[in-house]
């Protein structure tokens, strides 16, 4: 059973750079798809961006110009960096398997504030 | 961007009801669309792909239905675990977008 475990600051200051990994256990990250979606409280599921195995990437064109998701196979890792963030940016941040998201981890609460 | 439109947005049923929950995409995407479970607070969790297909471990009251623009997830007997909000998400093309999602609560 592949597990997913999201790591990192829960709380960060405006404009500054939110960071989080992803550690991939019981499982391979090669072949697949690595996506990290978000959730802000109350509502709905955003899609951020995925990463391939081999590190091509793919980013939801409202945050494209402040994301960087990258991948660590060595380690059985994926991150995501968002840039200059905003209150807007809080949320439950997960990582999760492929296109359609078979595995997810069990989210983490990232607050944007001074 | 492939919008989703979920309806009804909120339900309320009981246990043993039959419930079906619509998605109806801006454009047709095949059947390329997902169905997840969320519970407070946790992860989603998927029941359904490719509109129609049964993730392993989904209960078989559960069923997926449609193609192109609209489908539909039908929850044959509501249990009373069943009781959740419920998302869509299509997979045909990016950005990959989800339903606003519907609410499922006990009448």
């Known amino acids: 059973q592949v597990q997913l475990q999201e790591s990192g600051p829960g709380l960060v200051k405006p404009s500054e750079t939110l960071s989080l990994t992803c550690t991939v256990s019981?499982?391979?990250?090669?072949?697949?798809?690595w996506s990290w979606i978000r959730q802000p409280p109350g509502k709905g599921l955003e899609w951020i961006g995925y990463?391939?195995?081999?590190?091509?990437?793919n980013y939801n064109p409202s945050l494209k110009s402040r994301v960087t998701i990258s991948v660590d196979t060595s380690n059985n890792q994926f991150s995501l960096k968002l840039t200059s963030v905003n209150a807007a940016d809080t949320a439950v941040y997960y990582c999760?398997?492929?296109?359609?998201?078979?595995?997810w981890g069990q989210g983490i609460l990232v607050t944007v504030s001074s | 961007d492939i919008q989703l439109t979920q309806s009804p947005s909120f339900l309320s049923a009981s246990v043993g009801d039959r419930v079906t929950i619509t998605c109806r995409a801006s454009?047709?995407?095949?059947?390329?669309l997902a169905w997840y479970q969320q519970k407070p607070g946790k992860a989603p969790n998927l029941l359904i792909y490719?509109?129609?297909t049964l993730q392993r471990g989904t209960p078989s009251r559960f069923s997926g239905g449609g193609s192109g623009t609209e489908f539909t997830l039908t929850i044959s007997r509501l249990q009373p675990e069943d009781f959740a909000t419920y998302y869509c998400?299509?997979?045909?093309?990016?950005?990959?977008?989800f339903g606003g999602g519907t609410k499922v609560e006990i009448k």
């Open positions: 019981s499982g391979s990250i090669s072949p697949y798809y």
């Open positions: 490719a509109a129609s």
């Open positions: 998400q299509q997979h045909y093309s990016y950005p990959l977008t």
């Open positions: 454009q047709g995407i095949s059947s390329y």
């Open positions: 999760a398997r492929a296109i359609y998201f078979d595995y």
């Open positions: 990463i391939y195995h081999s590190g091509s990437t």
